[in-house]
């Protein structure tokens, strides 16, 4: 579907919200919810507000006629393909299509059927010691860790700087959680590891982490917890929840802070954040950004089993879908990706990657096939 038709079409929905649609919108509309099962759900959950939700709790209001003229200026200018304007009430209609505004919203309960292609799953790999690598899988139990320590041989009481260290790597495709030594709980993303000692022991507990995780740390004044990161960040806490967002191929790391208070150290930049803040450390070395959120769950969904990505390029979702399902994905068009702006793709644990997919090249136009755990995609020519 070209990007003028879907502009169109959001401009249709607008009038058809505000009770001024035109017989030739009307019949517009109903053609195209006429072509497809897909688009009668999809338009029922965006009039529904289903799937705009998050965009209408956090964005302030418009005036509609604001939003229609945008859409015509990006009918005008579609060959730029830049804007993202964002609305709620009648107007979110408009943010959730992703051809007028490059915003888009997924969230489709589609059970899973058949065993390929498969969604995400609960795994992780422990090794012990460097030596001992055990496979873990059991939902709901972040000590599961400890048999397999206990069944390894046991440790002094008093772990000292020889104490066994433990690594947990999640692989592509999956998720686990862990409870560590001092009751603090750990939900580890696709594509994370995380080492840390069996037993706490010094004036800090410490633990490093490459890839995605959100901690909920036991509060512990005389030993405070750090995380550090590969690239030089760490994160000193108390006792507090947040989430930290690192991996490789991403040009920042990002802590996010749920409750607390988190100190943030990169080289010589510094900061503390609040809740509802979120530190934002750029890897060039140009420092520390803090941004205030208007919901920290868009950061920390994946936790329950929800994949969400707010306003991203599709390099960035194409990155976290590949993470989240454990698929390899490539472009045709880099340039391409840029091009078409920003995007929100929202996604349950149960559903099938081609289910997002589908609803991607619903909206697009992309094109894409599998062979394997591997995806080519096909971004529309101008």
């Known amino acids: 579907m070209d990007y003028n038709r879907i502009a169109h079409l959001a401009e249709a929905m607008i009038r058809k919200l505000t009770g001024g649609i035109s017989r030739s919108d009307q019949s ?6 006429d072509g497809s099962p897909r688009h009668r759900e999809l338009y029922r959950r965006l009039l529904s507000g289903e799937s705009h939700r998050w965009h209408a709790e956090n964005f302030p ?18 060959r730029r393909r830049r804007i993202a304007l964002r609305a709620a009430g009648a107007a979110a209609v408009l943010s959730a299509v992703a051809g007028a505004f490059h915003i888009y919203t997924l969230h489709m309960e589609i059970p899973q059927t058949g065993d390929s292609p498969i969604g995400h799953r609960y795994h992780a790999v422990m090794t012990i010691g460097g030596g001992l690598r055990v496979a873990l899988s059991e939902p709901g139990r972040e000590t599961e860790w400890k048999e397999y320590t206990s069944a390894a041989g046991a440790t002094p009481d008093s772990c000292t700087a020889e104490c066994r260290m433990i690594r947990i790597e999640v692989p592509r495709g999956s998720s686990y959680s862990v409870r560590l030594d001092d009751s603090t709980l ?26 995605e995780a959100c901690f909920e740390v036991s509060h512990a004044p005389d030993m405070p917890f750090a995380v550090t990161m ?18 490789d191929d991403m040009p920042d790391t990002r802590i996010t802070l749920i409750d607390g208070s988190v100190a ?35 950061f920390t ?4 089993g929800l994949f969400l990505m707010a306003d991203a390029p599709l390099k960035e979702i194409f990155a976290g879908i590949g993470r989240w399902y454990g698929l390899e994905i490539a472009c045709d068009d880099p340039a391409g990706m840029e091009r078409m702006g920003l995007f929100t793709v929202r996604a349950s644990h149960r559903d099938k990657y081609t289910a997002v997919f589908d609803a991607l ?5 992309l094109e894409y096939t599998i062979a394997g755990r591997n995806v080519s995609v096909k971004l529309p020519s101008e």
């Not at 517009?28 to 919810?33: F, I, Y």
């Not at 943030?264 to 809740?275: E, F, S």
């Not at 969904?301 to 329950?304: A, G, K």
């Open 186 to 211: 750990v939900w580890l993303n696709a594509e994370t590891v995380i080492e840390y000692p069996e037993k706490f022991s010094g004036p800090r507990r410490r633990v490093s982490l490459s890839g």
């Open 361 to 365: 090249r619903d909206v697009t136009g």
């Open 230 to 247: 590969p690239d030089g960040v760490e994160v000193t806490v108390l006792g507090t929840r947040f989430n930290v967002h690192s991996y």
């Open 301 to 304: 969904c994946w936790t329950e």
């Open 28 to 33: 517009r509309l109903d053609e195209w919810l």
């Open 61 to 78: 209001p418009e005036d509609d006629e604001y939003i229609l003229q945008g859409v015509r200026r990006r009918i005008a200018a579609a």
């Open 264 to 298: 943030v150290r990169a080289g010589p930049h510094q900061t503390r954040i609040n809740p509802c803040e979120q530190a934002v450390v750029d890897r060039n070395g140009l420092g520390i950004t803090v941004r205030r959120l208007p919901d920290t769950r868009v």
